[in-house]
């Protein structure tokens, strides 16, 4: 597919290798086919040169004497990307924050048609007046985006590409003139994206094999939460007891662990500090520890190269490290670093003290001690900080 699209946007490319430079404005029909090739090449061009796409949607809204260009994709719960020429940080911040990947809040994703097909101000108008959604048409108003034309270039399970034309109130409803700019457009775009869409895959081999050379347990989410790699090692950890992939969305069987690792893969999604690894899923005979992480993002990404990385960590051999150990690291008497080597492994303030013959409340105060002597307030942190001691001891 790499190739075949590669021949297929060079031979575009090629046809206007000394095109002149295209000006601001939409011109007359006489010469539309001439400007149409221009803003072919520069979408042609578009994945293999910098900031090559903010280029081509800058000229695609001069063309169709447009405001701004936008190019988005939209997955079930998140936005993968969304990119509009000349925008307030605001305008896309606040698109999250409404939900305006949802069709009951945003009228253009309502009022969305098979690929290549366009929709304009027409279809907003009756969309708008079967219901109208107050937050997304003030945000629209705010940011003079009322009105303009758009098409879904593709749909896959779960992700959709739609490409835009914004205008405000000074640029008015789009024209047909315009929409036939727009339209033709819509299949060199295309083809484009499903290039970057090969490179980017390309990408996220180079990943995964890394990650398998290097024995890790890993499992690959792209920009809309979807898994696009897994090294055979996070494979092995699979099963009925632990996590399981459905729909190509990465589960836990266990519905309360699941929501927890849901926010953790939202949170990442959206480059948030998704906190110390310290949600643990036990199987049949061992504990997983779960870490998600977000993956540095390119500026000009589609969403298809990895973008969350979550590890799978299997159980560390403690039982054969001995408590000395653990207590000349972090400085504790014997029987606390028998208290955390027990918690290291997973069980319970209760089991431990069941396993030490001792009361729960015995257990509580030894761990505020222990608290106290390792600097740190949570169990989890104490846990984190014990296994890295254990993983070293054992080395």
Not at 62 to 90: C, I, K, M
Not at 154 to 163: A, N
Not at 165 to 174: F, I, K, R, S, V
Not at 358 to 372: E, G, H, K, P, Y
């Amino acid at each position: 597919m790499f190739m075949v699209a590669a021949r297929k946007l060079r031979s575009i490319t090629g046809l206007v290798k000394h095109a002149r430079p295209f000006h601001d404005g939409f011109v007359g029909r006489d010469r539309d086919e001439t400007r149409a090739d221009d803003l072919a090449g520069l979408f042609a061009r578009a994945p293999f040169e910098a900031n090559g796409w903010d280029t081509a949607l800058k000229a695609l809204a001069s063309h169709t004497g447009s405001a701004r260009a936008q190019l988005l994709a939209l997955g079930e719960r998140h936005a993968a990307f969304n990119w509009v020429t000349d925008a307030n940080p605001t305008f896309l911040t606040e698109f999250d924050t409404i939900g305006g990947y949802r069709p009951d809040v945003n009228y253009r994703v309502a009022t969305t048609r098979a690929p290549l097909e366009l929709t304009w101000e027409v279809h907003y108008t009756a969309a708008r007046a079967i219901s109208t959604n107050e937050a997304y048409l003030d945000y629209v108003r705010r940011h003079d985006a009322e009105f303009g034309v758009q098409m879904v270039l593709s749909q896959r399970p779960g992700v959709l590409f739609g490409l835009a034309a914004l205008h405000g109130q000074a640029e008015g409803h789009t024209t047909e003139t315009q929409r036939e700019v727009f339209r033709r457009i819509g299949p060199t775009v295309l083809d484009a994206i499903r290039l970057q869409d090969a490179i980017e895959h390309q990408g996220a081999a180079l990943l995964k094999g890394s990650l398998e050379s290097m024995s890790s347990a890993a499992i690959l989410l792209d920009a809309v939460g979807k898994v696009c790699g897994m090294t055979s090692a996070a494979q092995a950890l699979l099963g009925p007891w632990t996590l399981q992939v459905r729909s190509a969305a990465l589960h836990a069987v266990r519905q309360d662990i699941d929501q927890r690792l849901q926010a953790r893969i939202a949170a990442a999604l959206a480059g948030l500090d998704t906190g110390p690894a310290d949600l643990w899923l036990r199987s049949e005979d061992s504990l997983i520890l779960i870490d998600v992480r977000t993956l540095p993002r390119q500026d000009w990404s589609f969403g298809f190269a990895p973008r969350v990385l979550v590890t799978l960590r299997a159980p560390l051999a403690a039982s054969h490290v001995p408590a000395r150990r653990l207590a000349e690291a972090l400085h504790l008497t014997t029987a606390e670093a028998e208290v955390v080597m027990l918690l290291a492994q997973g069980h319970s303030r209760q089991t431990v003290a069941q396993m030490r013959k001792v009361s729960v409340q015995t257990v509580v105060a030894q761990l505020r001690t222990i608290f106290q002597k390792c600097g740190v307030n949570r169990e989890a942190e104490l846990v984190a900080i014990a296994r890295t001691v254990i993983e070293m001891a054992s080395r």
